[in-house]
């Protein structure tokens, strides 16, 4: 089966930094991405890791881990309009399995 | 930009109806994709298409079923409406090359069943 975990809640203020942990089990990885949605909107693509590392894209980067099954979203220099869910997604074949996604309220 | 099209942003319809819900991309995708994205439960994957006339199951789809006639279309059917297929339906495309190609969803079609 395929189990993606995120946390259901966060809460930042604006101008600080904020981590959104993703703990992954699938049966098959062809790379986890990471999604922003506002609220009645689309998901929209933010992020893509398929090697151990950072990938870093302006305010927002991601952490991947294979070995531990693990990533995080990392988002610097908060601003009220980052207020949204964010997405954790993982490949296992050609489809894509999400996780419930992490509400993010920033904070004036 | 790639452009992803559902029919309908808001939709009722009757406990026992068939439902279709159409969706069309504008950028030659080869994979479709149909999620429900429900509140605490997040998108589950429905049913996908990587190809025309090609279908394969996701993780939920007892009570639904899919039609892939044209590349560009990919259309979901709830073959008898039930009240627990009340949701948010969205539809996504992506292309097949390597692992690193993002699905572009659609806006969504929320579909209440009375």
């Known amino acids: 089966g395929q189990n993606i975990d995120q946390p259901t809640e966060m809460t930042a203020t604006e101008g600080a930094i904020v981590q959104i942990n993703c703990t992954y089990q699938?049966?098959?990885?062809?790379?986890l991405f990471w999604y922003q949605q506002h609220a009645g909107e689309a998901p929209t693509f933010l992020s893509y890791?398929?090697?151990?590392g950072l990938e870093e894209k302006g305010r927002f980067s991601s952490f991947l881990s294979r070995s531990k099954g693990y990533s995080y979203l990392l988002l610097k220099e908060l601003q009220m309009k980052d207020s949204a869910s964010y997405l954790c997604?993982?490949?296992?074949?050609?489809?894509?399995?999400f996780g419930a996604g992490t509400r993010l309220t920033v904070k004036p | 930009d790639v452009k992803v099209t559902q029919s309908s942003r808001y939709l009722v319809k009757r406990t026992g109806e068939k439902v279709f819900l159409e969706c069309v991309q504008d950028?030659?995708?080869?994979?479709m994709f149909w999620y429900r994205q429900d509140p605490g439960l997040g998108l589950r994957l429905i049913y996908f298409s990587y190809d025309v006339k090609m279908k394969e199951k996701g993780d939920i789809p007892e009570g639904y079923s899919v039609s892939r006639e044209k590349k560009e279309r990919f259309s979901l059917i709830l073959e008898s409406a039930s009240t627990n297929q009340t949701s948010m339906y969205l539809c996504?495309?992506?292309?097949?090359?390597?692992?690193?190609?993002?699905?572009?969803f659609g806006d969504g079609t929320r579909l209440s069943i009375l």
């Open positions: 997604a993982v490949k296992p074949g050609p489809d894509m399995r």
């Open positions: 890791n398929v090697l151990d």
């Open positions: 699938t049966s098959g990885f062809n790379g």
């Open positions: 950028m030659d995708h080869e994979n």
């Open positions: 996504a495309s992506s292309l097949p090359r390597g692992g690193n190609q993002p699905q572009h």
